[in-house]
């Protein structure tokens, strides 16, 4: 086997919970990695999940891109659209990645049925010793509009740390989104990317 | 930059664009997931027949009869589809192929969305077809695409076994033109398509010889991907996404030769023997069965595989890197989570993403402290026709058999109110087995069935007439056919049951109380589950009642449906926090500490309400009523929800309210 290391891809992973866009977000970060030129690939969870189950993508670009899947400890960013799903997959984000994290809870079954708590501590605990970044996505979408644009809204956050060009991005939004929702999108990615800028 | 013939895809749209650049002219499917998206996207072509049939069986005989008629034909089915339409594809595949034929076969190690995890390369073989396995998208397409070349030049019907992860997983593809393939009309050639012996007695001959001939054709060349390297004493044999897998690892203590093998069946048996016999240790990676180690035992080629990696779920990077520590060729690992302690971080937290299958939580370590993270099973949306169903079930703590659908979700927590589930449409063969050895036990007891309406046109109505006959006067089963107008649980497919759903929608329907009728089943009610007491009383009264009732429920599925009425708020001055509302498992609902109040009460999120009233139907004291009936009648009583749906509604059946609003029920698109 060659073992010439890959060019060192950027793993981006998403959770959250089906019925949240995710899958339709997936693809927007993959068309603009495209649009800019990098190979890519990625995954998502279908099926059973998408009624309230946890789910998940993962898109990986970079020169050459192997497998779709970020091993433990290997991804740099994680869109966590509910702050439960962001404790359960920040293990696969390497020390030194980032967290960018939506603050509205969604309570699984056990939560609703109080067999166990909402874990508010770990959750602290994480934003302590992690590079997290917190917002209200869907109250920030709402104001440019639409709260369904709070993925968008992150993804912006995300391109803030991210070699894909402004051009990319907005042709990638129109690219995926039907037109009705377009302008709503582009006004939730500006408006996550000053977030970020803002947070450096 | 992007080159303008490129772009990205999924597995599932790659194999569309596949059969339409081959020149394809009809397809069929049954929606399963992994591969739902196949026939989804093959809509897109006008040039491309493409219909969801009544179930795969059907589906694979319309490809089939497009072949015979001489022209380029795709099946698109989940791997347990293929056990569906195993009859007519065991004898086809006797047949010499005419147009070119693929059957895509969604397999779905892991089971991210299947009852079982059966590796249908195995079916290939048992059927006599050859199996192409893709790795990746551009590989979908141009896999689906050899597939009917092949099928043609050597009248040999295909199988592309497609992974989930292949399916939903994206990468760039190059796109081709389209060829156009008409083929010759289908020939009177009794001997060759109309299999009964003797007809049948060469066919098992040329079966054999055109699998032979593939083995050692010239297409072999482009299917197996060899990357030699100097000084390697192992080979690895390996096929699909696992490729990729095993190349992200970079730190193999020693040189090794790898060599993909994008047809697993058949195997070129001289080619690899002289390969195999240049190393000194061949070692197999692939997902699920030793497919591809046990051909290679029987070539003689001594070789490992299922002692090194699981026979069961995905092959991650991590899982090949562990097994390739076993053989040796790893000293060091790289993917086991060693740098998360530098953060003080989990060891693993959903290290397999079958979490949601799993009862309780999941133990985390964040800073040193243990902690638990809540599994997140799914659940039955906001204003899921379900759900009153399944709560009126679990209060009536009867026995049922459950089908495949939404309706699976039934024998989640807190529900827990189903207790079998075996495949489609089985539930009514089910119960009536068991009914029959409670009565010769002498323990009888009421059951119920519970099947959906797609499920019940895929292959209920053989249980359905099978009960006819044969139940004694005494034996008692409660049939509840879910009727949700769609086919929920993949994505909302059209069925039988669609036509007529909404006011713009004139397709015609199959009118199930009719067929019922039809068929001679005497008790057959309809009713409306969002009127909960009514229907507690039917479903209870007729648990009661011996002999054989059906039920059937008129809800449209709310997701598809995109149904959203005026939402309900809780009162806590009037709430109790006995939680009968929390139990109905409802997203919205929560219990929460109000200003000025000791104890928790329930609370309902206003953005995720459909506005449903199931809970306040629930409710034992009124607690739940909408704002907008407070402000038109002041207090609304909860009880009364029932009859303000009526005038506010328009949710229900074509079968019981015709005059249902249009816009309540316009049909979701992009799904």
């Known amino acids: 086997m060659t073992t010439v290391a890959n060019p060192t891809p950027i793993n981006v992973m998403l959770a959250g919970i089906g019925g949240q866009g995710l899958v339709m977000t997936t693809q927007l970060i993959c068309q603009a990695a495209f649009l800019e030129g990098f190979d890519l690939k990625s995954n998502d969870v279908i099926g059973l999940s998408q009624r309230g189950g946890m789910v998940w993508g993962s898109i990986r670009f970079g020169d050459h891109i192997h497998s779709p899947n970020i091993p433990p400890g290997e991804g740099d960013y994680l869109i966590g659209l509910e702050p439960l799903e962001t404790l359960r997959w920040q293990h696969l984000i390497k020390p030194q990645g980032r967290l960018l994290m939506n603050t509205r809870q969604v309570a699984p079954t056990r939560v609703q049925q109080e067999q166990e708590p909402y874990p508010v501590e770990a959750i602290e605990k994480m934003q302590a010793v992690r590079r997290t970044h917190q917002l209200d996505a869907v109250a920030e979408a709402m104001k440019c509009g639409n709260g369904k644009a709070a993925n968008t809204l992150l993804v912006g956050c995300l391109s803030h740390w991210i070699p894909i060009s402004e051009k990319s991005w907005h042709q990638a939004i129109d690219d995926t989104y039907p037109e009705k929702l377009r302008e709503v999108n582009h006004k939730a990615w500006r408006r996550g990317r000053e977030l970020a800028a803002a947070w450096e | ?671």
């Open chain 2, 1 to 671: 930059m992007s080159s303008p013939q490129k772009t990205v895809m999924t597995g599932n749209q790659a194999v569309a664009r596949g059969f339409w650049e081959a020149g394809g002219l009809v397809a069929a499917s049954y929606p399963g997931s992994p591969t739902v998206e196949v026939l989804e996207s093959l809509h897109q072509f006008p040039e491309v027949e493409s219909e969801f049939s009544t179930n795969e069986k059907v589906a694979l005989e319309v490809a089939i009869g497009a072949s015979l008629a001489g022209v380029r034909a795709l099946a698109s089915m989940k791997h347990v589809g293929v056990n569906i339409a195993a009859d007519p594809l065991m004898t086809f595949t006797q047949t010499p192929t005419r147009g070119g034929f693929v059957l895509i076969s969604g397999d779905d190690p892991g089971m991210n969305s299947s009852q079982n995890e059966q590796d249908n390369r195995n079916f290939a073989r048992f059927a006599n077809m050859a199996v192409l396995v893709p790795s990746n998208s551009q590989e979908a397409k141009d896999y689906t695409r050899m597939a009917l070349e092949i099928s043609e030049a050597y009248h040999l019907p295909m199988m592309v076994q497609i992974t989930s992860r292949v399916c939903h997983g994206r990468c760039l593809v190059v796109l081709g033109e389209r060829e156009t393939h008409r083929g010759t009309p289908f020939p009177r050639e009794v001997p060759n398509y109309a299999m009964i012996p003797p007809n049948t007695f060469d066919k098992q001959y040329q079966m054999k010889e055109r699998l032979e001939k593939l083995a050692e054709g010239p297409e072999m060349e482009g299917l197996m991907q060899l990357e030699e390297t100097p000084g390697a004493a192992t080979l690895i044999i390996t096929s699909g996404l696992p490729h990729h897998n095993l190349k992200e690892l970079e730190n193999l203590n020693q040189p090794v030769s790898i060599l993909k093998l994008g047809m697993p069946f058949p195997l070129p048996e001289k080619k690899l023997k002289a390969l195999a016999a240049q190393y000194e240790k061949v070692i197999v990676v692939e997902e699920l069965t030793p497919f591809i180690e046990n051909q290679l035992k029987v070539m003689g080629i001594a070789c490992e595989g299922k002692s090194l990696f699981p026979f069961t779920g995905e092959l991650h990077t991590e899982t090949i890197e562990v097994g390739l520590m076993k053989a040796g060729l790893v000293k060091q690992p790289a993917y086991q989570s060693a740098n998360l302690k530098e953060v003080n971080l989990a060891e693993s937290v959903a290290s397999s993403e079958d979490a949601h299958a799993r009862e309780g939580a999941v133990s985390e370590e964040v800073a040193g402290q243990a902690v638990q993270v809540p599994s997140r099973p799914p659940l039955f949306c906001a204003g899921c026709p379900h759900r009153p169903v399944f709560d009126i079930l679990k209060k009536s703590k009867v026995m049922v058999n459950n089908d495949i659908g939404c309706y699976s979700m039934g024998l989640f927590p807190p529900f827990e109110a189903s207790h079998s589930l075996i495949s489609m449409g089985a539930t009514l063969g089910i119960s009536k087995g068991m009914l029959k050895a409670n009565r010769q036990a002498g323990r009888p007891i009421p059951l119920v069935s519970v099947i959906g309406d797609g499920t019940f046109f895929h292959s209920g109505m053989p249980g359905m007439v099978n009960l006819l006959t044969g139940l004694e006067p005494e034996d008692n089963l409660t049939i509840l056919l879910l009727d949700n107008g769609t086919t929920a649980m993949t994505g909302g497919q059209a069925n039988a049951a669609t036509g007529g759903r909404s006011e713009t929608n004139t397709q015609p329907f199959v009118d199930i109380p009719q067929v019922l009728k039809a068929m001679g089943v005497a008790d057959v009610q309809v009713v409306d589950q969002f009127r909960y007491k009514e229907a507690s009383e039917a479903i209870n009264k007729a648990i009661k009642t011996p002999g054989l009732s059906v039920i059937i429920t008129t809800r449209p599925c709310a997701l598809h449906f995109k149904i959203k009425n005026p939402i309900y708020q809780v009162d806590p001055a009037i709430c109790i926090g006995c939680r009968t509302c929390i139990k109905t498992n409802c997203p919205p609902l929560r219990m929460k500490a109000y200003e000025g109040y000791d104890k928790l009460k329930s609370s309902i999120d206003p953005t995720m309400c459909v506005g449903c009233s199931i809970c306040a139907q629930v409710c034992p004291v009124n607690a739940i009523s909408r704002p907008v009936d407070r402000n038109k009648s002041g207090s609304k009583a909860g009880a009364k929800e029932a009859e303000s749906l009526e005038s506010t509604e328009g949710a229900g059946g074509k079968k019981t309210t015709p005059s249902h609003g249009a816009e309540s029920l316009e049909k979701e698109e992009n799904r």
